[in-house]
């Protein structure tokens, strides 16, 4: 529950930065060019960044459990070996 009060709180203040910062900009990217605000830049860059971050976290604790598992078992065989 902190975690999305935390993720909301940034949202917020991320959304009163970039209405202050509503410029038009050209962004230039490989090969496109187009003109965008700076405003709706700068908030897709922050959710674009919260989202990766998000899959990461995942991704990390998907793999964490996987890991736990198989050094439990290794552990568990190694004292029955040595009987």
Do not use: H
């Not at 917020?12 to 496109?32: D, G, K, R």
């Not at 700076?38 to 995942?58: D, H, N």
């Amino acid at each position: 529950m902190a975690t999305i009060i935390i993720l909301l709180i940034a949202l917020f203040l991320v959304s009163i930065f970039s209405v202050q910062n509503a410029i038009p900009v050209t962004i230039t990217f490989l090969f496109w060019k187009f003109e965008a605000s700076l405003a709706i830049v700068i908030f897709l860059c922050a959710v674009i960044g919260m989202i990766a971050g998000a899959i990461i976290v995942s991704l990390m604790r998907a793999k964490a459990p996987a890991r736990k598992v198989t050094n439990d078992t290794q552990v568990s065989k190694g004292p029955d070996a040595i009987k």
